[in-house]
């Protein structure tokens, strides 16, 4: 009888310490799972905040990008104005056909551009037409004649008073043209030489027109050939200076149409010239419109 109750009792003592046990072991499992669930809940938050920062990050890099844009955008465009406020600058002081409206004439590329007849006739006076290259050059084997350069001048409604002795007087009271011409004359023999640049016409298709050494021609610009005599170019000298043509619309209209400009030889001029160099006269295409 003893025997069996201490059996029961180590039986009932085996299954209680059994039971405590399984107790002991789901509490330590529902603990290492509330830990679990902790850390994760931590690392979902850090990566919550990791993100948002990030985004922040994101939202604060494209912000300063595009407003580095803008200002980089905004520095851009006075740069074009600029430009553009340069070119009207620089096309202030020519007229659309690129002849200068203001300036002091000279024989320079720019200087020839401004008008020698407006401060003679006033009025409306407008180029035309321009060359601004030797367009005609004639070695005559002792003159060398070369047109260096040259234009036309429309002139309309002349307002300044003329003395009616005055040859440029023909425009006072009509409209007509102008043709400028800056000449060089080079002596290349060793004696001294005769010749009248004015004897050099422009030619038209029925009509002619002779040259002027002092109509519309500035003081400090006459073809003259030396100092004793204008019509005598001194042996190894080169002369330069202006030739002009007036003529009215009529006149000019010929001209237009079969323009041509006819150089005499030096020998048909200079005596002294007979049998030396070309003797024979020169015409040649001269474009006025």
Not at 177 to 187: E, F, G, M, P, Q
Request: proline share 4%.
């Amino acid at each position: 009888m003893k025997k069996w109750w201490m059996f029961a009792l180590i039986l009932s003592l085996a299954v209680f310490a059994a039971a405590c046990g399984s107790e002991d072991k789901e509490k330590a499992d529902d603990a290492k799972q509330e830990v679990s669930k902790k850390a994760e809940k931590k690392t979902t938050k850090e990566e919550s905040q990791v993100d948002s920062a990030t985004s922040e990050d994101s939202t604060a890099s494209s912000t300063q990008q595009d407003s580095t844009k803008d200002t980089a955008d905004s520095n851009a465009q006075p740069s074009g104005d600029s430009s553009a406020s340069s070119d009207e600058k620089t096309n202030s002081d020519t007229n659309q056909d690129g002849t200068a409206t203001s300036g002091t004439f000279s024989l320079s590329t720019t200087g020839f551009q401004v008008s020698n007849v407006l401060p003679v006739t006033g009025g409306t006076v407008k180029t035309t037409y321009l060359s601004s290259s030797p367009s005609f050059v004639k070695d005559f084997d002792n003159l060398v004649i070369t047109v260096n350069q040259y234009k036309v001048e429309s002139v309309q409604g002349a307002t300044k008073q003329i003395d009616a002795a005055d040859p440029t007087s023909f425009l006072q009271n009509q409209d007509g043209y102008v043709v400028t011409l800056d000449v060089s004359i080079k002596n290349k023999t060793g004696q001294d030489i005769t010749y009248k640049p004015d004897m050099i016409n422009l030619v038209g298709a029925s009509e002619l027109t002779g040259g002027s050494l002092d109509n519309f021609v500035p003081s400090s610009y006459h073809l003259i050939g030396s100092e004793a005599d204008p019509y005598v170019f001194t042996a190894g000298k080169t002369a330069r200076g202006l030739l002009t043509f007036m003529m009215n619309n009529s006149k000019f209209e010929d001209l237009a149409k079969n323009s041509r400009i006819a150089v005499p030889s030096p020998s048909k001029i200079d005596a002294n010239l007979k049998n030396q160099g070309d003797p024979n006269d020169v015409v040649a295409s001269f474009p006025v419109r």
